[in-house]
């Protein structure tokens, strides 16, 4: 059994070990505007704005009040559905492209570093090790 002073002392190493920027990068692409950008940009079909509030797993209240600042922003253009006006469809502008395009660049340029400087084995197996903490963690 191991004490709280150990728990909290390991706590501390793995937070300082994290590479902060670089996963608030990813995560920060898991939600919200970087989100959309990037699943709009790599869909190949006419997205309505409730599968983005699915995908979110956002109210469509809130996914709508996204939209109206990426529109206002020319990342995004929204029109009703011609077959169903109930519907929004959303459509990425070539700035949103872009602006998807340089998230995606910072991190494969982040990544590309990764495997320069640290052996493949080496980052293998702390994917391996993750992989146990996070399964651990999910129990």
Not at 54 to 70: D, F
Not at 98 to 124: G, N, V, W
């Amino acid at each position: 059994m191991h004490t709280q002073e150990e728990a909290e002392e390991f706590l501390k190493k793995l937070y300082a070990c994290r590479p902060k920027p670089f996963f608030d990068k990813i995560d920060e692409i898991q939600r919200g505007m970087n989100f959309v950008l990037i699943y709009l940009k790599e869909t190949n079909h006419e997205v309505l704005a409730g599968e983005l509030a699915k995908e979110l797993h956002v109210s469509t209240a809130r996914i709508a009040a996204l939209l109206k600042t990426m529109e206002k922003n020319a990342l995004i253009e929204r029109h009703h559905s011609d077959t169903d006006a109930r519907h929004t469809i959303v459509k990425i502008t070539q700035t949103g492209m872009e602006q998807a395009e340089e998230i995606r660049a910072y991190i494969i340029t982040k990544t590309e570093l990764l495997l320069e400087k640290i052996d493949k084995q080496e980052l293998e197996e702390f994917i391996r090790i993750s992989s146990k903490i996070r399964d651990v963690l999910e129990e």
